[in-house]
């Protein structure tokens, strides 16, 4: 009877599901520009390739994302059905709300929303993304119907320990998307340092790591701006633990600051139709509280993202190098400080 009940258990044993092998830290994710807008090219090859997802990314790239302990993406269009185009802008994107269910498909946890684009559609449209996102289930922060919200940051435990994510902006020459204040919506402007530093301050006395995803730099440069630098170590110097930035729709440098990673550019992500070198910026969180963190090169090309092949990667890599200061990738992409 012994034997009997041994061999079922053995038997029950077997035909259970093996357990997924412990990962030894938790990846944190971040990408740069993402444009889900209907009158662009993204919207239109996801509808035409009826692909779903892997119509615009290729399944290496969503089995990062999904995989993912904590995925944030730059999210830069309108949400609505509804608007005008803002005027004198060249370039508007919007989404109709159902769109925002790519996201789950990329695995996304976090939308970032201080970009010029947000406020492509006016304010009606504007107002309409908040509900669009609550309707997903997905977060966002860097916008507002006030300065309060807009400035809040989103926080989150991963592997023990306590994160907060902020996001403001600096990206434009004609101010067209407007500030939050005090009694109106907008985004999280950061042109003038004090709000940010101030939100840096106040997030890191509660917190164990705080992150601070900044949209600055010239775009299509690779070269820095100087209150780009300036700012980015004002921010470390403020408590960020790092700081992470787009905009630029390329990629720029990284820096080692005071042992604090700055990140200057992650570039286009899924944006548009040009054919352009991109990364993912992972953060690796082991259970000692020990980060180490790697650019992940990638290629957007005919409005489709995928990892670079190794000749690719050495060429990024060795990019991304020569435009750096104080740091450098490896031929993994982890950076190291010089």
């Not at 012994?2 to 990846?27: S, T």
């Not at 789950?104 to 970032?112: K, S, Y």
């Amino acid at each position: 009877m012994i034997k009997r009940l041994l061999f079922l258990v053995i038997c029950l044993l077997a035909l259970m599901p093996a357990a997924a092998e412990p990962k030894d830290y938790a990846a944190i994710d971040f990408v740069g520009d993402v444009s889900l807008a209907d009158n662009w090219a993204v919207g239109w090859r996801y509808d035409a390739r009826k692909k779903k997802v892997l119509g615009i990314l290729s399944k290496d790239i969503v089995d990062i994302m999904t995989k993912s302990d904590f995925m944030v993406v730059n999210s830069e269009f309108a949400v609505s059905n509804r608007g005008k185009p803002v005027e004198n802008k060249k370039y508007t994107f919007r989404a109709r709300p159902e769109r925002l269910n790519i996201y789950h498909e990329m695995g996304v946890d976090l939308a970032l929303l201080a970009n010029n684009h947000v406020y492509d559609y006016g304010k009606e449209a504007f107002l309409d993304m908040f509900d669009a996102f609550d309707a997903v289930g997905i977060p966002y922060i860097g916008a507002g119907h006030d300065l309060e919200e807009a400035m809040r940051p989103y926080n989150v435990v991963i592997n023990g320990y306590k994160f907060a994510i902020l996001n403001g902006s600096r990206a434009e020459k004609y101010r067209l998307t407007p500030g939050a204040t005090a009694s109106e919506p907008g985004i999280f402007l950061c042109y003038d340092t004090t709000n940010m530093v101030n939100a840096i301050r106040k997030a890191k006395e509660d917190n164990d790591i705080v992150i601070a995803v900044i949209h600055f730099g010239k775009e299509l440069s690779h070269d820095l701006e100087k209150e780009q630098v300036e700012s980015a170590r004002l921010y470390i110097d403020s408590g960020a633990d790092m700081v992470v930035g787009h905009h630029a729709h390329v990629l720029q440098g990284v820096e080692f600051y005071k042992d604090k990673p700055i990140i200057y550019n992650l570039g286009n992500f899924i944006f548009n139709a040009d054919t352009v070198d991109t990364a993912i910026f992972e953060v690796r969180l082991d259970a000692d509280g020990k980060m180490e963190y790697y650019i992940i090169p990638a290629i957007q090309d005919e409005v489709y993202t995928r990892l670079a092949n190794p000749e690719e990667k050495a060429r990024i890599i060795k990019d991304i190098n020569s435009w750096s200061i104080n740091a450098y990738l490896d031929s993994d992409g982890r950076m190291m400080k010089k």
